[in-house]
Protein backbone atom coordinates (compact mmCIF):
# COMPACT_ATOMS: atom_id res chain seq x y z
CA UNK A 1 0.00 0.00 0.00
CA UNK A 2 1.03 3.28 -0.91
CA UNK A 3 1.76 5.54 2.08
CA UNK A 4 3.56 8.10 0.26
CA UNK A 5 0.20 10.62 1.39
CA UNK A 6 -0.63 11.66 4.94
CA UNK A 7 -3.25 11.25 7.45
CA UNK A 8 -3.85 14.69 9.24
CA UNK A 9 -4.91 14.05 13.07
CA UNK A 10 -7.97 16.34 14.19
CA UNK A 11 -8.55 14.84 17.82
CA UNK A 12 -7.19 11.99 19.45
CA UNK A 13 -7.13 8.51 17.62
CA UNK A 14 -9.37 11.02 14.78
CA UNK A 15 -7.93 11.43 11.34
CA UNK A 16 -9.13 13.30 8.55
CA UNK A 17 -8.13 10.86 5.40
CA UNK A 18 -10.27 12.54 2.93
CA UNK A 19 -8.36 14.19 -0.93
CA UNK A 20 -7.97 17.45 -2.36
CA UNK A 21 -9.97 18.39 -5.45
CA UNK A 22 -7.44 21.29 -6.34
CA UNK A 23 -8.86 21.14 -9.68
CA UNK A 24 -12.89 20.62 -10.18
CA UNK A 25 -14.54 23.51 -11.31
CA UNK A 26 -17.76 22.61 -12.35
CA UNK A 27 -19.60 20.45 -9.70
CA UNK A 28 -23.10 19.91 -11.40
CA UNK A 29 -23.60 23.47 -12.84
CA UNK A 30 -22.16 25.23 -9.17
CA UNK A 31 -18.31 26.67 -10.58
CA UNK A 32 -16.37 25.37 -7.87
CA UNK A 33 -13.57 28.19 -8.26
CA UNK A 34 -11.67 27.27 -5.16
CA UNK A 35 -11.58 23.25 -5.85
CA UNK A 36 -13.36 21.20 -3.08
CA UNK A 37 -11.97 18.36 -0.95
CA UNK A 38 -14.10 15.17 0.11
CA UNK A 39 -13.65 14.08 3.64
CA UNK A 40 -13.09 11.14 4.76
CA UNK A 41 -12.32 10.32 8.89
CA UNK A 42 -10.45 7.52 10.51
CA UNK A 43 -11.75 6.68 14.24
CA UNK A 44 -9.12 4.58 15.87
CA UNK A 45 -10.48 2.16 18.42
CA UNK A 46 -11.13 -1.62 19.23
CA UNK A 47 -12.58 -1.41 16.05
CA UNK A 48 -11.69 1.04 14.08
CA UNK A 49 -14.06 2.75 11.98
CA UNK A 50 -13.81 4.88 8.61
CA UNK A 51 -16.49 7.50 8.17
CA UNK A 52 -17.44 8.35 4.72
CA UNK A 53 -15.36 7.82 1.40
CA UNK A 54 -14.31 9.89 -1.72
CA UNK A 55 -14.95 10.27 -5.11
CA UNK A 56 -14.43 7.21 -7.15
CA UNK A 57 -10.88 8.84 -8.85
CA UNK A 58 -9.45 9.96 -5.55
CA UNK A 59 -9.70 6.02 -4.22
CA UNK A 60 -5.77 6.05 -4.02
CA UNK A 61 -5.26 8.95 -2.13
CA UNK A 62 -8.04 8.60 0.62
CA UNK A 63 -6.29 4.63 1.10
CA UNK A 64 -2.75 6.16 0.62
CA UNK A 65 -3.78 8.91 3.46
CA UNK A 66 -5.70 5.71 6.12
CA UNK A 67 -1.91 3.52 5.26
CA UNK A 68 -0.11 6.48 6.96
CA UNK A 69 -2.02 5.41 10.22
CA UNK A 70 -3.22 1.59 9.88
CA UNK A 71 -3.67 -1.02 7.89
CA UNK A 72 -6.40 -0.51 5.74
CA UNK A 73 -7.66 -4.36 6.12
CA UNK A 74 -7.85 -3.61 10.37
CA UNK A 75 -10.82 -1.09 9.43
CA UNK A 76 -13.76 -2.96 10.90
CA UNK A 77 -16.91 -0.70 10.20
CA UNK A 78 -17.90 2.01 7.35
CA UNK A 79 -20.62 4.41 8.44
CA UNK A 80 -21.80 6.11 4.87
CA UNK A 81 -23.75 9.32 6.33
CA UNK A 82 -24.70 10.17 2.14
CA UNK A 83 -24.97 7.98 -0.67
CA UNK A 84 -24.09 10.84 -3.39
CA UNK A 85 -20.92 9.98 -5.14
CA UNK A 86 -18.55 12.25 -4.12
CA UNK A 87 -18.84 10.44 -1.01
CA UNK A 88 -19.68 6.76 -1.38
CA UNK A 89 -17.62 6.54 -5.20
CA UNK A 90 -15.05 4.99 -3.71
CA UNK A 91 -16.87 2.98 -1.39
CA UNK A 92 -17.62 -0.44 -3.33
CA UNK A 93 -13.67 -0.73 -4.31
CA UNK A 94 -12.68 0.25 -0.72
CA UNK A 95 -15.04 -2.78 0.78
CA UNK A 96 -13.72 -5.05 -1.60
CA UNK A 97 -10.04 -3.98 -0.49
CA UNK A 98 -10.80 -3.46 3.96
CA UNK A 99 -13.54 -6.17 3.96
CA UNK A 100 -15.16 -4.46 6.67
CA UNK A 101 -17.61 -6.32 9.21
CA UNK A 102 -20.39 -4.03 8.73
CA UNK A 103 -21.20 -0.59 6.73
CA UNK A 104 -24.14 1.80 8.47
CA UNK A 105 -26.05 3.99 6.79
CA UNK A 106 -29.80 5.31 6.66
CA UNK A 107 -32.85 3.06 5.45
CA UNK A 108 -32.45 5.35 2.38
CA UNK A 109 -29.24 5.17 2.33
CA UNK A 110 -28.87 1.80 1.88
CA UNK A 111 -31.36 2.01 -0.97
CA UNK A 112 -29.45 4.40 -2.28
CA UNK A 113 -26.40 3.21 -2.29
CA UNK A 114 -28.18 -0.42 -3.53
CA UNK A 115 -29.70 1.72 -6.78
CA UNK A 116 -25.96 3.41 -7.32
CA UNK A 117 -23.80 -0.30 -7.16
CA UNK A 118 -26.43 -3.11 -7.39
CA UNK A 119 -24.81 -4.87 -5.07
CA UNK A 120 -25.94 -8.26 -2.86
CA UNK A 121 -24.86 -6.36 0.17
CA UNK A 122 -26.71 -6.07 3.22
CA UNK A 123 -25.71 -2.62 5.26
CA UNK A 124 -26.48 -2.06 8.68
CA UNK A 125 -29.85 0.09 8.71
CA UNK A 126 -29.27 2.60 11.69
CA UNK A 127 -32.37 4.44 13.13
CA UNK A 128 -33.31 8.28 13.57
CA UNK A 129 -31.82 8.68 17.25
CA UNK A 130 -30.07 5.26 17.30
CA UNK A 131 -27.13 4.92 19.93
CA UNK A 132 -24.19 1.99 18.07
CA UNK A 133 -21.31 0.86 20.14
CA UNK A 134 -18.70 -0.06 18.05
CA UNK A 135 -16.20 -1.61 19.78
CA UNK A 136 -14.72 1.10 22.53
CA UNK A 137 -16.70 3.72 20.11
CA UNK A 138 -20.08 5.03 20.78
CA UNK A 139 -22.14 6.74 18.29
CA UNK A 140 -25.10 8.52 17.73
CA UNK A 141 -27.04 8.83 14.07
CA UNK A 142 -29.46 11.67 13.51
CA UNK A 143 -31.37 11.35 10.30
CA UNK A 144 -31.03 14.80 7.89
CA UNK A 145 -33.06 13.86 5.33
CA UNK A 146 -32.70 16.54 2.37
CA UNK A 147 -29.46 17.76 4.18
CA UNK A 148 -28.23 17.50 1.25
CA UNK A 149 -30.32 14.01 -0.19
CA UNK A 150 -33.29 11.83 1.51
CA UNK A 151 -30.30 9.04 2.67
CA UNK A 152 -28.64 12.46 4.31
CA UNK A 153 -27.78 11.82 8.32
CA UNK A 154 -25.25 12.76 10.74
CA UNK A 155 -23.21 10.84 12.79
CA UNK A 156 -22.01 11.63 16.27
CA UNK A 157 -18.73 10.52 18.63
CA UNK A 158 -19.63 10.55 22.24
CA UNK A 159 -16.32 11.28 23.99
CA UNK A 160 -14.58 13.56 22.37
CA UNK A 161 -18.06 15.32 21.49
CA UNK A 162 -17.54 15.31 17.45
CA UNK A 163 -20.48 15.70 14.98
CA UNK A 164 -19.83 14.29 11.36
CA UNK A 165 -22.01 16.42 9.03
CA UNK A 166 -21.16 15.31 5.62
CA UNK A 167 -22.76 17.90 3.74
CA UNK A 168 -24.54 20.02 6.50
CA UNK A 169 -22.04 23.22 7.27
CA UNK A 170 -19.42 22.28 4.42
CA UNK A 171 -17.94 24.26 1.63
CA UNK A 172 -16.55 23.88 -1.59
CA UNK A 173 -13.14 25.34 -0.82
CA UNK A 174 -9.67 22.97 -1.37
CA UNK A 175 -7.16 24.18 0.53
CA UNK A 176 -3.73 23.71 2.94
CA UNK A 177 -5.84 24.52 5.86
CA UNK A 178 -8.37 20.92 7.71
CA UNK A 179 -9.54 23.54 10.02
CA UNK A 180 -11.51 26.80 10.38
CA UNK A 181 -9.54 28.82 12.51
CA UNK A 182 -6.32 28.90 9.99
CA UNK A 183 -8.87 30.51 6.87
CA UNK A 184 -10.37 33.97 6.86
CA UNK A 185 -13.54 34.99 8.47
CA UNK A 186 -14.47 36.69 4.88
CA UNK A 187 -13.09 33.18 2.67
CA UNK A 188 -15.30 31.31 4.60
CA UNK A 189 -18.06 33.50 5.26
CA UNK A 190 -18.15 33.59 1.30
CA UNK A 191 -17.87 29.72 0.36
CA UNK A 192 -20.05 28.84 2.98
CA UNK A 193 -22.92 31.25 2.13
CA UNK A 194 -22.37 29.91 -1.72
CA UNK A 195 -22.37 26.81 -0.82
CA UNK A 196 -25.73 26.99 1.17
CA UNK A 197 -27.06 29.08 -1.80
CA UNK A 198 -26.61 26.31 -4.17
CA UNK A 199 -27.11 23.30 -2.54
CA UNK A 200 -29.12 23.62 0.50
CA UNK A 201 -31.18 26.88 0.16
CA UNK A 202 -34.25 24.66 -1.32
CA UNK A 203 -34.01 22.49 1.67
CA UNK A 204 -34.03 25.43 4.63
CA UNK A 205 -37.33 24.32 6.43
CA UNK A 206 -35.36 20.91 7.20
CA UNK A 207 -32.37 23.29 8.30
CA UNK A 208 -34.17 25.12 10.00
CA UNK A 209 -36.04 21.29 11.63
CA UNK A 210 -32.03 20.31 11.98
CA UNK A 211 -31.35 23.45 14.12
CA UNK A 212 -34.64 22.63 16.56
CA UNK A 213 -33.33 18.82 16.73
CA UNK A 214 -29.80 19.52 17.82
CA UNK A 215 -30.59 22.31 20.35
CA UNK A 216 -32.81 19.86 21.77
CA UNK A 217 -29.98 17.28 21.85
CA UNK A 218 -27.70 19.38 23.62
CA UNK A 219 -24.90 17.02 22.71
CA UNK A 220 -21.43 18.36 23.98
CA UNK A 221 -20.07 19.08 20.69
CA UNK A 222 -16.54 20.07 20.31
CA UNK A 223 -15.72 19.95 16.90
CA UNK A 224 -18.30 20.27 13.12
CA UNK A 225 -16.72 18.12 11.10
CA UNK A 226 -18.14 18.47 7.24
CA UNK A 227 -17.31 16.27 4.39
CA UNK A 228 -16.29 19.20 2.13
CA UNK A 229 -14.04 22.51 3.10
CA UNK A 230 -12.65 23.10 6.62
CA UNK A 231 -13.66 21.41 10.06
CA UNK A 232 -15.68 23.66 12.49
CA UNK A 233 -13.45 23.91 15.90
CA UNK A 234 -13.68 27.56 16.48
CA UNK A 235 -16.30 29.42 14.56
CA UNK A 236 -19.04 26.18 15.49
CA UNK A 237 -21.74 28.77 17.00
CA UNK A 238 -20.78 31.27 14.29
CA UNK A 239 -21.95 28.81 11.40
CA UNK A 240 -24.68 27.28 13.04
CA UNK A 241 -26.39 30.63 13.49
CA UNK A 242 -25.48 32.07 10.09
CA UNK A 243 -27.44 28.64 9.15
CA UNK A 244 -30.17 29.82 10.36
CA UNK A 245 -30.12 33.27 9.36
CA UNK A 246 -29.57 32.11 5.51
CA UNK A 247 -33.01 29.77 5.75
CA UNK A 248 -34.90 32.19 7.36
CA UNK A 249 -34.08 34.75 4.39
CA UNK A 250 -35.56 37.48 6.18
CA UNK A 251 -35.18 40.80 3.88
CA UNK A 252 -32.19 42.56 3.73
CA UNK A 253 -31.66 46.12 2.62
CA UNK A 254 -29.86 44.77 -0.45
CA UNK A 255 -30.23 43.68 -3.48
CA UNK A 256 -29.00 42.05 -6.45
CA UNK A 257 -29.33 43.56 -10.10
CA UNK A 258 -28.52 41.16 -13.05
CA UNK A 259 -28.98 41.48 -15.96
CA UNK A 260 -27.52 40.71 -19.95
CA UNK A 261 -26.96 43.44 -22.75
CA UNK A 262 -27.03 43.37 -26.51
CA UNK A 263 -25.78 46.69 -27.35
CA UNK A 264 -25.43 48.01 -24.03
CA UNK A 265 -28.76 49.58 -23.77
CA UNK A 266 -30.37 46.90 -20.74
CA UNK A 267 -26.45 47.88 -19.17
CA UNK A 268 -27.15 51.58 -19.03
CA UNK A 269 -30.47 50.89 -17.54
CA UNK A 270 -29.32 48.32 -15.23
CA UNK A 271 -27.07 51.02 -13.79
CA UNK A 272 -29.81 53.86 -13.86
CA UNK A 273 -32.08 51.09 -11.65
CA UNK A 274 -28.57 50.24 -9.56
CA UNK A 275 -28.32 54.02 -8.97
CA UNK A 276 -32.28 54.42 -8.03
CA UNK A 277 -31.66 51.81 -5.48
CA UNK A 278 -28.49 53.34 -3.69
CA UNK A 279 -30.18 56.61 -3.68
CA UNK A 280 -32.97 54.79 -1.72
CA UNK A 281 -30.12 53.15 0.84
CA UNK A 282 -29.72 50.55 -0.66
CA UNK A 283 -26.63 48.46 -0.82
CA UNK A 284 -25.99 46.58 -4.63
CA UNK A 285 -24.13 44.42 -6.80
CA UNK A 286 -24.18 44.88 -10.38
CA UNK A 287 -24.00 41.32 -11.71
CA UNK A 288 -23.66 41.05 -15.71
CA UNK A 289 -24.11 37.63 -16.96
CA UNK A 290 -21.71 37.56 -19.68
CA UNK A 291 -19.16 37.62 -16.70
CA UNK A 292 -20.66 36.41 -13.74
CA UNK A 293 -21.24 32.62 -12.91
CA UNK A 294 -24.94 31.86 -12.38
CA UNK A 295 -24.03 30.11 -8.97
CA UNK A 296 -22.30 33.31 -8.10
CA UNK A 297 -25.38 35.17 -8.42
CA UNK A 298 -27.37 32.92 -6.47
CA UNK A 299 -24.83 33.55 -3.49
CA UNK A 300 -25.63 37.33 -4.00
CA UNK A 301 -29.53 36.68 -4.05
CA UNK A 302 -29.34 34.46 -1.06
CA UNK A 303 -27.70 37.82 0.94
CA UNK A 304 -30.28 39.82 -0.64
CA UNK A 305 -34.25 41.37 -0.40
CA UNK A 306 -34.38 42.48 -3.74
CA UNK A 307 -33.74 41.15 -7.30
CA UNK A 308 -33.68 42.96 -10.24
CA UNK A 309 -33.44 41.18 -13.53
CA UNK A 310 -32.70 42.75 -17.23
CA UNK A 311 -33.04 41.57 -20.56
CA UNK A 312 -33.03 42.93 -24.17
CA UNK A 313 -35.52 40.98 -26.15
CA UNK A 314 -33.85 38.42 -28.34
CA UNK A 315 -36.47 36.11 -31.14
CA UNK A 316 -39.28 37.60 -29.49
CA UNK A 317 -38.12 35.83 -25.59
CA UNK A 318 -35.30 36.98 -23.19
CA UNK A 319 -31.68 36.46 -23.02
CA UNK A 320 -30.24 32.88 -22.99
CA UNK A 321 -28.15 33.80 -20.02
CA UNK A 322 -31.30 35.27 -18.20
CA UNK A 323 -33.49 32.09 -18.83
CA UNK A 324 -30.84 29.88 -17.74
CA UNK A 325 -30.31 31.87 -14.09
CA UNK A 326 -33.97 32.23 -13.61
CA UNK A 327 -34.50 28.46 -14.17
CA UNK A 328 -31.72 27.75 -12.01
CA UNK A 329 -32.72 30.41 -9.55
CA UNK A 330 -36.03 28.92 -9.27
CA UNK A 331 -35.55 25.19 -8.50
CA UNK A 332 -33.60 26.91 -5.32
CA UNK A 333 -36.57 28.49 -4.60
CA UNK A 334 -35.18 31.37 -2.34
CA UNK A 335 -37.92 33.18 -0.71
CA UNK A 336 -39.20 36.82 0.77
CA UNK A 337 -37.72 38.30 -2.60
CA UNK A 338 -39.19 41.88 -3.82
CA UNK A 339 -38.28 42.22 -7.33
CA UNK A 340 -38.25 44.56 -10.75
CA UNK A 341 -37.60 43.77 -14.34
CA UNK A 342 -36.77 46.12 -17.61
CA UNK A 343 -34.63 45.62 -20.50
CA UNK A 344 -34.12 47.20 -24.50
CA UNK A 345 -35.72 46.06 -27.33
CA UNK A 346 -36.58 46.64 -30.75
CA UNK A 347 -39.75 45.31 -31.77
CA UNK A 348 -41.63 43.05 -30.20
CA UNK A 349 -40.63 43.50 -26.79
CA UNK A 350 -41.82 40.91 -24.86
CA UNK A 351 -38.63 40.45 -22.80
CA UNK A 352 -39.87 42.50 -19.53
CA UNK A 353 -43.29 40.35 -19.52
CA UNK A 354 -41.45 37.49 -19.73
CA UNK A 355 -38.72 38.22 -16.89
CA UNK A 356 -41.75 39.65 -14.96
CA UNK A 357 -43.84 36.20 -15.44
CA UNK A 358 -40.75 34.23 -14.28
CA UNK A 359 -40.35 36.33 -10.99
CA UNK A 360 -43.55 35.68 -10.18
CA UNK A 361 -43.29 32.06 -10.72
CA UNK A 362 -40.64 32.09 -8.19
CA UNK A 363 -42.98 33.80 -5.67
CA UNK A 364 -41.23 36.97 -6.36
CA UNK A 365 -43.32 39.89 -5.34
CA UNK A 366 -42.67 42.50 -7.67
CA UNK A 367 -42.47 45.96 -6.56
CA UNK A 368 -43.52 47.97 -9.66
CA UNK A 369 -44.15 47.65 -12.95
CA UNK A 370 -41.26 47.00 -15.53
CA UNK A 371 -39.67 49.66 -17.82
CA UNK A 372 -38.97 48.55 -21.63
CA UNK A 373 -37.26 50.87 -23.54
CA UNK A 374 -37.10 50.91 -27.53
CA UNK A 375 -33.73 50.66 -28.84
CA UNK A 376 -31.28 52.85 -26.54
CA UNK A 377 -32.60 55.14 -23.24
CA UNK A 378 -33.05 58.30 -23.64
CA UNK A 379 -32.50 60.51 -20.16
CA UNK A 380 -36.29 60.61 -19.88
CA UNK A 381 -35.94 56.40 -19.73
CA UNK A 382 -32.73 56.39 -18.01
CA UNK A 383 -34.85 58.60 -15.20
CA UNK A 384 -37.73 55.99 -15.42
CA UNK A 385 -35.35 53.01 -14.68
CA UNK A 386 -33.57 55.18 -11.81
CA UNK A 387 -37.56 55.39 -10.38
CA UNK A 388 -37.81 51.89 -10.43
CA UNK A 389 -35.22 51.39 -8.80
CA UNK A 390 -36.07 54.00 -6.43
CA UNK A 391 -39.40 52.24 -5.82
CA UNK A 392 -37.93 48.93 -5.32
CA UNK A 393 -35.64 50.37 -2.77
CA UNK A 394 -38.68 52.27 -0.76
CA UNK A 395 -40.24 48.80 -0.71
CA UNK A 396 -37.56 46.77 0.39
CA UNK A 397 -36.61 49.56 3.28
CA UNK A 398 -40.32 49.20 4.71
CA UNK A 399 -40.29 45.51 4.58
CA UNK A 400 -37.22 45.32 6.55
CA UNK A 401 -38.29 48.37 8.96
CA UNK A 402 -41.28 45.78 9.70
CA UNK A 403 -39.37 42.72 10.36
CA UNK A 404 -36.57 45.21 12.77
CA UNK A 405 -33.82 44.18 9.32
CA UNK A 406 -31.04 47.27 10.00
FE1 LIG B 1 -21.30 16.25 -1.06
FE2 LIG B 1 -24.65 15.67 -1.55
O1 LIG B 1 -22.82 15.32 -1.66
Not at 254 to 269: G, H, I, P, R, Y
Amino acid sequence: MDRALEATPIADGVYWVGALDWGIRNFHGYLTSRGTTYNAYLVLGDEPILIDTVKAPFKDEMMSRIASVLEPGRIRHVISNHAELDHSGALPEVLRTIRPDSVLTSTMGARALKDHFHWDLEPRVVKDGERVELGNKVFQFIHAPMLHWPDSMLAYLEGPGLLFTNDAFGMHLCSSQRFDDQLSRSLLEYEAAKYYANILLPYSGRVQKLGERLSRLRLPTSMIIPDHGPIWRKDMDWITRRYLLWAAQVPTPKATVVFDTMWQSTAVMAQAVGDGLMGAGIDIELLPLDSVHRSDVATKVLLSGGLAVGSPTLNNSIYPSLADLLFYLRGLQPKNLLGIAFGSYGWGGQAVGILEKLLGEMSVELAAPGVRVRHVPDARAMQQCRALGARLGERLMEECNQVGQP
